[in-house]
């Protein structure tokens, strides 16, 4: 039971590492695009409309990514909560055996995602941090 919960304890932290660094590796990417889109804007010298257009465009894609980015900030709470969910289950199953939290040989990490509180309900309702 314990080695089940470690292996489970493993692969939530393992997916949230992976949801982080996902997360960093676009905001890293949109930043650098930012730059050259107005590196490119300063040295071109467009029409109002073509610029209009542009910028119209680089606003859809911008939207796309930002929806994105939240996605895989909701993802990764309902990976957090469902881990937090699974620690409370652990802690209540072995206090209902009679079995020490201390005799695990670790202790549960709980940790909520990047500072931020998330829900109290299931798994699968994350409430939006406030």
């Known amino acids: 039971f314990t080695k089940a919960i470690h292996e489970v304890q493993q692969k939530t932290g393992f997916k949230n590492l992976l949801l982080e660094r996902k997360l960093k590796t676009l905001l890293g990417v949109l930043e650098k695009k930012e730059v050259e889109l107005s590196e490119v804007f300063a040295a071109s010298y467009l029409d109002p409309t073509a610029l209009s ?11 796309s990514k930002n929806s994105t980015i939240q996605d895989l900030q909701l993802q990764l709470a309902r990976v957090c909560k469902a881990h937090d969910d699974m620690l409370q289950t652990m802690e209540a199953k072995l206090t209902a055996f009679g079995i020490p939290l201390d005799n695990l040989g670790f202790k549960p990490l709980a940790a909520p995602v990047l500072g931020q509180a998330v829900g109290q309900g299931p798994a699968g309702l994350v409430s939006v941090p406030t």
């Open 53 to 63: 257009l542009v910028s119209q465009k680089l606003e859809d894609v911008l939207s």
